[in-house]
């Protein structure tokens, strides 16, 4: 179980200075177009993915499908600088972009990590130096990331034992593919819980019997669900809501033991069903022991999430982030607890 207690985004976007003093086991993030929502959700995300030096050129953090040389320079002015407590531990992540000169690059990437169609492996050109915790990360092996311009070096720590993954979903660039989810339904079969599968599909479609994979006449595979009319459909085409919400279950299955990011989480679901995704939401939370940090446009799904935590308050923080109008800088306000109640009256939708 990896849970986020507390977070700064030290030096990361727009955002710098960002603090979350304090999160809850289910968060929403709202506030202003452009005030920062996303990008907190990436520095987190970074954040509890740290031992991960390749995340950063992740396209979810990048928000581009072109290649970066240096991707630190699209998140921070020097160098990107990221603080949070887990579990009680504090922990910090710095990283920093050096170009090497003439005469320190080398002719070879490291072992194994020049693509298979390239002939001679691209030059050594840079490297992202990392320190976590204060400390030069102390590494495992070294890892590469091949860009047009030649290679960059980095270290990858060396990732603690039985660490879950942190799942980030449903930004601009989802870089999760159907082969990811197929594999996520495969394991939660093997786990025995395709009946609760089909139960969270039928919240938008009550007429779905059975999901299963098939395979198209070009060999690929995809998720398709039987009707009671002993219909076979993708579930791709049955409407956005319904790819949002598998999406969305087979996510919180991935995350077990570890947090999931999810921007806009209200996008493709009708207002009318997400109470009864909420609560299902926090039963997932509950089943597979995850954190739940996300972003919200609506004043419906904020709604929704608090009427599905009533019982509980202190377990959903909603976090409105706004631009404090003498310094600039991007501040946050969190109500969780008996301060939910009051904050029913203080706007907090903001589109």
């Not at 991960?52 to 990048?62: A, I, K, R």
């Not at 928000?63 to 040389?69: N, Y």
């Not at 998720?223 to 949002?244: C, I, K």
Request: hydrophobic share 40%.
């Amino acid at each position: 179980m990896t849970f986020l207690n507390s977070f700064e985004a030290v030096r990361y976007r727009g955002i710098d200075g960002l603090s979350f003093p304090s999160l809850a086991p289910a968060n929403l993030i709202t506030g202003e177009n452009g005030v920062g929502k996303t990008a907190a959700l990436e520095a987190m995300w970074l954040f509890t993915g740290r031992y991960n030096t390749g995340l950063l050129w992740n396209q979810h953090v990048q928000r581009t499908d072109k290649p970066v040389l240096d991707p630190v320079a699209r998140l921070a002015k020097d160098a990107l600088e990221l603080r949070g407590e887990e579990m009680g531990s504090s922990h910090s992540l710095k990283a920093v972009f050096r170009k090497l000169a003439d005469t320190e690059r080398t002719k070879e990437t490291p072992s194994g990590s020049a693509p298979a169609n390239l002939f001679m492996p691209p030059p050594v050109i840079a490297r992202i130096y990392v320190d976590l915790d204060g400390s030069p990360a102390t590494p495992e092996t070294t890892g590469a990331q091949i860009t047009p311009w030649g290679s960059v070096v980095f270290d990858k720590p060396q990732m603690p034992a039985e660490r879950p993954d942190s799942i980030i979903f449903g930004t601009r660039f989802q870089v999760q593919t159907l082969d990811e989810y197929l594999r996520r339904y495969s394991d939660m079969v093997r786990a025995n819980l395709k009946k609760n599968f089909t139960e969270a599909i039928n919240l938008i479609l009550p007429k779905i019997r059975d999901v299963e994979i098939l395979t198209d006449e070009t060999g690929g595979s995809y998720l398709s669900a039987l009707t009671d009319a002993n219909v076979q459909l993708p579930l791709h085409d049955l409407g956005g809501g319904v790819e949002r919400l598998y999406q969305l279950y087979l996510s919180f299955f991935g995350a077990r033991g570890g947090t999931l990011y999810a921007d806009e989480v209200e996008n493709g679901l009708h207002h009318s069903v997400l109470e009864n995704v909420w609560s299902h939401s926090r039963k997932w939370m509950r089943q597979w022991n995850v954190q739940l940090v996300a972003t919200t446009h609506s004043g419906e799904c904020i709604e929704a999430a608090m009427a599905a935590f009533e019982d509980a308050p202190d377990d959903l923080a909603i976090h409105k982030l706004f631009r404090n109008a003498e310094t600039g800088k991007v501040e946050v306000t969190t109500f969780t607890g008996e301060a939910l109640e009051g904050a029913r009256d203080l706007n907090l939708e903001t589109r």
